[in-house]
C-alpha cells in the first residue's frame, strides 16, 4: 500500500522549496527590520476561538475549520488564520498591561477545508503581522507599506493594492441597514438570504457572477463613513501616496473575515487567475473585546506564501537554478575519503557550502554528483595528492584545475568565492 499527500495538499521538494523559503524571508524582512517582534503560537487551539474570533457567520467557521475531538473529549480546531492566536496570547501574557502597541509577526502552516485548486489549498503557509493596542493611521499605513516592501524586495512588479474603509460602531450599523434593504430585494438563494441578515456585507463579497451582477447598484461604505472614520481613511491614503505606494480605491472591497473595521485592504496579483489574493488585512478593532479581552483596536496582515511564490514563477522571477553548495569533495580512495570528509566539515564551519560524494562511488560517479550538486568548485583527492600533502581544486565551468596545499583550501576557496 501507497499514499499519497491528502487532497488539497501539496510536497514543497526541492529545488522548488528553495523558493518558498526565499519568499518567506524576503516578506518578513521589512516587518523584522521595522522591529517587530517574532511570535509562534500553536497549530491548534480551542474550537471555540475562531468560531468567536473569526465570526460564526463566515465561510472560515461555517464550511472551511478542521474541527476534531482530542482524547480528552475537548474540541480543537486546526488554525485556519493566525490573527485571532496571535490576540489570545497577547491577552494571555497580560501584554495589554504593558507598553502598547504591541507589534508582531508570525508565520507558518494554516489549515483551511477549501475546494482545492491552483493557488488555493488545504494546507498553506502565509507570514503575518499584527500591531495590537492602538489606533493610528500611521499603523495601518506602516503595514502596507511593509507588505509592499516585501513583495518589492522579491522583485515582484505586479502587486496591485486595493484600499477600502469598512466603517466603525458608530457608522457601520447605518450602512449595514441601508445595504440589508438593498440586498433583501434582490433575487438570491435561501443561504444567501440568511447572511444577509447576520453579516450582509459578506455578501459584496460572494464570488459567484450572477450576484455579483445585482449588486451593481448596491449602496457604498464610503458613502457612509462618520467624519472621524473619513478623517482616517484621509490620513492612511495620505500616508501611503507621502510613501510613493500606489494604491486603488475599492468601495466594494470586504474582507473574509468578521473583525475587520476601518481600514481594510487586499493585495492582488493578476498572474494567478481565479485566486488572485496574494494578501490582506485590515483594522480589527473589535476582536479582542469578542475573546473576552479588554479593548484593542489593532490592525495587521497576512500574505500568502505559496501564491507568492506562483505570483513570482508567473512573472518568470526564479529562472536562475539555486546553486545548492559552492564546492563538492571527490575523494579516490579510503583514506582520501578521510580527508575529504574533514575538509569539507572545515569548509562548512568558515561558512562555505560544501558536500562531497558518499557511498563509495568510482570516479566517474563522484565526478558526476559534483556536477549535479550545481558547485562551482571540485576538490578532488587521489593517492597522489594525498602523498604531496594537496588538493586538486577545479572550477567545474572552465575544468581548469590548480593544485593547492591541504593546509591553504580554505583560504584559497574563501579567497574565490568572495
Ligand atoms: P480568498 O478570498 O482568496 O479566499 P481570504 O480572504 O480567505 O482569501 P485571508 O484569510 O485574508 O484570505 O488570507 C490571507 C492570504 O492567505 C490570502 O490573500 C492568500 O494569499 C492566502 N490564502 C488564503 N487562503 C488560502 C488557501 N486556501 N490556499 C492558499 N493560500 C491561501
Ligand atoms: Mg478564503
Keep these: 500500500m501507497t499514499f499519497q499527500a491528502p487532497k488539497g495538499t501539496f510536497d514543497w ?45 463566515t465561510d472560515i467557521v461555517t464550511k472551511e475549520m478542521y474541527t476534531f475531538l482530542d482524547k ?16 489570545r496570547a497577547v491577552i494571555e501574557h497580560g501584554l495589554p498591561g504593558g507598553p502598547l502597541p504591541v507589534k508582531l509577526w508570525y508565520s507558518g502552516s494554516y489549515y483551511r477545508y477549501e475546494r482545492a485548486q491552483k493557488g488555493r489549498y488545504r494546507h498553506f503557509s502565509q507570514v503575518g503581522a499584527e500591531v495590537i493596542g492602538a489606533e493610528d493611521p500611521a499603523l495601518d499605513a506602516e503595514l502596507i507599506v511593509l507588505a509592499m ?19 466603525c460602531a458608530q457608522c457601520r450599523p447605518a450602512y449595514r441597514s441601508a445595504l440589508q434593504d438593498f440586498l433583501r430585494g434582490l433575487d438570491l438563494d435561501e443561504q444567501t438570504r440568511q447572511r444577509i441578515e447576520i453579516n450582509p456585507l459578506r455578501v459584496l463579497d460572494d464570488k459567484r457572477p450572477e450576484v455579483q451582477a445585482q449588486l451593481a447598484g448596491a449602496p457604498l461604505v464610503t458613502d457612509h463613513l462618520c467624519a472621524a472614520c473619513k478623517a482616517y481613511h484621509e490620513e492612511v491614503r495620505a500616508l501611503l ?18 473583525y475587520y473595521t476601518r481600514t481594510t485592504f487586499e493585495f492582488l496579483h493578476d ?7 496574494v494578501g490582506g488585512g485590515g483594522r480589527y478593532d473589535g476582536l479582542s473585546e469578542m475573546i473576552g479581552g479588554p479593548p484593542l483596536p489593532s490592525v495587521g496582515w497576512a500574505l500568502g506564501v505559496d501564491r507568492t511564490v506562483l505570483a ?107
Design 13 to 57: 521538494m526541492p529545488p522548488r522549496s528553495e523558493r518558498a523559503l526565499a519568499v518567506r524571508d524576503a516578506l518578513a524582512g521589512p516587518v523584522r527590520r521595522a522591529g517587530y517582534g517574532y511570535i509562534e503560537t500553536p497549530a491548534f487551539e480551542d474550537t471555540g476561538l475562531f468560531s468567536r474570533g473569526v465570526g460564526e457567520s
Design 149 to 167: 516592501d516585501g513583495y518589492a524586495a522579491l522583485g515582484l512588479t505586479g502587486v496591485r493594492l486595493l484600499l477600502n474603509s469598512l466603517g
Design 241 to 258: 501616496t507621502g510613501s510613493g505606494v500606489a494604491f486603488e480605491d475599492d468601495p466594494r472591497l470586504v474582507r473574509g473575515l468578521d
Design 72 to 87: 480528552g473529549g475537548r474540541s480543537i480546531t486546526l488554525r485556519p488564520e493566525g490573527t485571532a492566536s496571535v490576540m
Design 312 to 418: 513570482m514563477e508567473a512573472e518568470g522571477l526564479f529562472e536562475a537554478v539555486p546553486t545548492t553548495v559552492e564546492v563538492f569533495g571527490v575523494p579516490l580512495g579510503e583514506e582520501a575519503r578521510r580527508v575529504i570528509f574533514g575538509l569539507v566539515a572545515d569548509l562548512r564551519r568558515a561558512g562555505i557550502s560544501a558536500d562531497m560524494a558518499f557511498g563509495g562511488r568510482g570516479v566517474k560517479g563522484a565526478m558526476k554528483a559534483a556536477d549535479r550538486s550545481g558547485a562551482r568548485f571540485a576538490l578532488i583527492l587521489g593517492d597522489r595528492d594525498l602523498a604531496s600533502g594537496a588538493v586538486q581544486l577545479k572550477e567545474l565551468s572552465t575544468a581548469e584545475q590548480t593544485a593547492v596545499p591541504l593546509a591553504e583550501v580554505v583560504d584559497t576557496l574563501k579567497g574565490k568565492l568572495s
Design 271 to 277: 498572474g494567478l487567475g481565479a485566486q488572485s489574493a
